[in-house]
């Protein structure tokens, strides 16, 4: 990823409920709030989803309850045209365009006719294998949400990913995903390609289910980037995560949360997006360096919190050093009082007023 060490996506989704013209108009909301990558969904429904599928109980609850979820999809497909314009607004308000496929032909989609040198992966095809490598094989960067993932999953997934990063000539198969994985040139692919991210998938996820935690995890496991898709209610939890030190943080973004669509209720409102972004990037500043050191601003009020070794009353020349005639006060712009104890029992050679700085 580049731009700002958080890259913020606003996760466009299937919010422009099928319109090229909502499309644009989220585009232009992302920019407006600062994001740095606007992200889009491209499939075909019917060559992702069978005429019996369900919908998921979110969608039921915001979408007719009597459609089927492929009929659903249908109405949220983007054509080849509505991408061009897209892009082309993207280009215009200079963000980054990003989309995810869900099929073959809209990964070649991306890819061939339209040039994007990085892919999003969805959860939902952390385990389609087949996906995975022909993403792999684009040689395109890829960013990898795993909700509903384990550590072997996703492991598993990686795997796919070096393999087909590798172009190795053998057979795909499990053993040969684990021994991709497994080998230094897997590991240091993967490393210059891949972005894990995160995720819990529900719409809203509750608070208790979204465990930040499990990003040190991962990223200790497979030693690559960790960023937060995030689906919970409101800011809190994005900026908890661009602290825990995420490099990516995905949110969705909607121009009305009352609107009929899957994902709108569980998406920001433009003016709260910009504020998420605004807290992030204070976060981003915050974080600084892990060095433990006075900074710039605060040096000027060293010697107005601290305190000097003083005289507590007068101390005449030859007179010892006590517990009585010694007293710790501001200003600290003299003897520290770490000197203390090496002070007392010495003796006075010269006078002192009180308050006066022990030198």
Known sequence: MTGAFVT??????????GSTKLALQLVDAAADAGADVVKFQTFKASAIVTRQSAKADYQTRTTDADERQLEMLRALELGEEAHAEIIARCKARQVRFLSTPFDFESLILLVDHFGLEEI?????????????????QTGRSVILSTGMGTLGEIEMALG?????????????????????????????VLAGKVTLLHCTTEYPAPFSDVNLRA??????AFGLPVGFSDHTSGIAVAIAAAARGATVIEKHLTLDRTMAGPDHMASLEPAEFAAMIASIRDVEAALGE????????????VAIARKSLVAAHTIAAGETFTPENLAIKRPGNGTSPIEYWDILGRVATRAFDPDESIS
């Open 8 to 17: 913020v996506i606003a996760e466009a989704g299937v919010n422009h409920n």
């Open 120 to 136: 999003k992966i969805g959860s939902g095809e952390l385990t389609n294998a087949p996906l995975l490598l022909s993403a792999a």
């Open 290 to 301: 892990a060095i433990k050191a006075p900074a710039p601003s605060e040096r000027k009020n």
């Open 160 to 188: 796919v990913l070096a393999f087909g990063y590798l172009e190795r000539n053998d057979r795909p198969s499990r053993a040969a995903f684990i021994d991709a994985f497994a080998s230094p040139e897997g590991r240091a």
């Open 215 to 220: 990003m040190d995890t991962m990223r200790a």
